[in-house]
């Protein structure tokens, strides 16, 4: 997408994101029929790699070499660890704290340490200091949260 408008690439990132709430709920679907959310995460991750290996071939993606792959700092190989977290987060709590109030408190994870990383221009993105206008629409994502979880409880749906 390297041609791709600013519309395009909000629509794709949207897209994106309009499948994990898929993904938590056939993940944890997978854990309870195989009897652990580990197993659930092993067969999710296998089944990535059964997909990306034929998408590879096709686009005939270059090898890259070993000599390339230790040239990076060290935080480029948390990726892989922090999806295997996820995707075990999402079998264990999704389940219990519904799509929706799962996706919404992922999301909320997700600003409040993009805002870090983008105000102290971590992982080799540009600095973007946070200010007030930014915190103010983090704190309206929390806020989301709770009021997602509280509309959640039973004696909310009760009313």
Same mark, same amino acid.
């Given at each position: 997408?390297?041609?791709?408008?600013?519309? +395009?690439?909000?629509?794709?990132?949207?897209?994106?994101?309009?499948?994990?709430p898929f993904q938590a709920g056939a993940n944890a679907a997978l854990g309870r029929l195989l009897g652990h959310p580990l197993w659930a995460? #092993?067969? +999710? =991750?296998?089944?990535s790699v059964a997909v990306i290996i034929p998408v590879m071939v096709a686009f005939r &993606?270059?090898?890259?070499?070993?000599?390339?792959? =230790?040239?990076?700092p060290w935080w480029i190989w948390i990726g892989g660890a922090a999806g295997v #977290?996820?995707?075990t987060?999402?079998?264990?709590?999704?389940?219990?704290?519904g799509a929706a109030g799962f996706i919404v408190a992922?999301?909320?994870?997700?600003?409040?340490?993009?805002?870090?990383i983008d105000h102290f221009g971590l992982?080799?993105?540009p600095?973007?200091?946070?200010?007030?206008?930014?915190?103010?629409? &983090?704190? =309206?994502?929390?806020?989301?949260?709770?009021?997602?979880?509280?509309?959640g409880t039973p004696a909310a749906q009760a009313r």
């Open positions: 997408m390297p041609n791709a408008g600013p519309l +395009s690439l909000l629509a794709a990132a949207l897209l994106a994101g309009a499948v994990v995460a #092993l067969v +999710s =991750l296998g089944v &993606i270059p090898t890259p070499t070993l000599a390339e792959t =230790l040239k990076g #977290l996820y995707i987060a999402a079998l264990l709590l999704a389940p219990r704290l992922v999301i909320a994870g997700q600003m409040l340490v993009s805002a870090a992982m080799g993105f600095e973007k200091p946070v200010g007030a206008a930014r915190l103010a629409g &983090i704190g =309206l994502i929390v806020g989301g949260v709770v009021l997602v979880q509280l509309a």
